[in-house]
């Protein structure tokens, strides 16, 4: 089986609560309840007929190895693909023949308190969107004393590859787990809800923290993207992409092991300005401040010369009250090169000047890029390489004290 599991890192961050409590649905969207014109009247375990989808998702929805454009809404907080289910106690992923999403498999009983004050299913479509919305519902049987209050959102991204889509799992209200038939009372116990994605092939799946626990109710507080009551995926060339695995999936330009934006990959996986962190995606041209990580004397400036990060990184800008050096002194970088080949790049120590007792490399930057350094003692072979390098800096320096002497 292949369990779809965040990193550490990232179940770190989910299952810590946020304390701005959970999120609200999405509402406006017409109906009575304002969650859409389409209405799943109360019942105890049933499910629509099928629902077409194919003119709000042109391209279908691709999903572990099948392209679909219809599915079913079920009562008990899940959609299906294949066939309506109206099993009430949840089974464990994976389930054979089976694919679905789903924000809160329990056993839902809307059949107390009426529509619209509370126990709505409702959907709603439109152009690249389905939202299946279930307001203040209650559990078997007919208990309206605990209420949950949850929402799907499927969004389409064909124009990244075709059948791509995005799922959006939003919880407002989490106040009971279990129906009385799953051995649940009062609304607790017996088996838990459960909540994730199933492909149906009885190999990939994906449970959210909590699943057949208590637990499962903090996902109103906890979340993968760091909004408590927010859970969002990317579903990209069928399969879930997980943004913090280390693993850069179709969708994510990268993908560094965490979801915590500034070190040059962003909290959803896109490259950013790199934070001294090389991501080696962002092609070189980015300047970057990394004061915290840089002890040399430029101040934590760097830029990045290669898309690959071979070893070119080299300083960018000085500290402000550096004076500023003569033009003709040339600058010796890494290339980065097996042979370590020195490389010839004429404005890439711009700005900078070395003290007398020190002399300017290119290599003595922190990252192997430009810098100043003290010449080493004894050394004849350390010393022949920068000799030629050192008289160019004194010619320099040397022309702009005759130039000074003029004024």
């Not at 280390?246 to 915590?260: I, L, P, Q, Y």
């Not at 490399?361 to 100043?372: E, F, S, T």
Request: net charge negative.
């Amino acid at each position: 089986m292949n369990p779809l599991r965040f990193a550490p890192a990232v179940l770190a961050l989910a299952l810590v609560a946020s304390p701005a409590g959970a999120i609200p649905l999405l509402r406006g969207l017409g109906g009575p309840a304002g969650f859409g014109p389409n209405v799943l009247p109360p019942n105890d375990d049933g499910s629509t007929q099928v629902i077409p989808i194919g003119a709000e998702f042109p391209e279908g929805l691709w999903f572990f190895g099948s392209v679909y454009r219809s599915l079913y809404l079920n009562n008990n907080g899940n959609i299906t693909f294949s066939n309506r289910l109206g099993e009430f106690t949840p089974s464990p992923f994976p389930i054979a023949s089976q694919p679905m999403i789903a924000p809160f498999w329990a056993d839902v009983d809307t059949r107390g308190l009426t529509p619209p004050a509370q126990n709505n299913v409702n959907w709603f479509t439109a152009p690249g969107r389905f939202i299946a919305t279930w307001h203040l519902v209650g559990y078997y049987g007919s208990h309206d004393d605990l209420q949950n209050s949850f929402q799907l959102i499927l969004s389409d991204q064909r124009a990244r590859n075709p059948g791509d889509f995005d799922v959006e799992f939003r919880y407002e209200r989490c106040e009971w787990t279990t129906g009385d038939a799953s051995g649940g009372m009062g609304g607790f116990g017996g088996t838990p809800a459960q909540a994730g994605f199933d492909a149906g092939n009885l190999r990939d799946f994906f449970a959210l923290p909590g699943s057949f626990t208590r637990g499962i109710l903090n996902v109103c507080t906890t979340s993968n993207v760091g909004v408590a009551g927010l859970w969002q995926f990317q579903i990209r060339s069928g399969t879930v992409a997980m943004c913090g695995n280390r693993v850069v999936e179709r969708g994510e330009d990268c993908d560094d092991g965490n979801m915590t934006s500034g070190d040059g990959c962003t909290s959803d996986c896109r490259s950013e300005v790199d934070g001294g962190v090389d991501a080696g995606s962002d092609a070189g041209d980015f300047d970057v401040f990394d004061a915290g990580r840089d002890g040399g004397p430029d101040g934590g400036w760097f830029r990045d010369l290669g898309p690959q990060d071979t070893g070119v990184d080299v300083p960018r800008k000085p500290p402000l009250d550096a004076p500023e050096p003569p033009r003709d002194v040339p600058a010796v970088v890494d290339g980065g090169s097996p042979a370590d080949a020195p490389v010839v790049v004429d404005d890439a120590c711009e700005g900078w000047r070395c003290g007398r007792e020190n002399r300017l490399d290119g290599r003595a930057g922190p990252l192997g890029g430009c810098g100043c350094a003290v010449p080493p003692r004894g050394d004849d072979a350390g010393r022949g390489r920068c000799a030629a390098l050192g008289a160019v800096a004194i010619v320099g320096i040397l022309r702009r004290r005759k130039r000074a002497r003029g004024i």
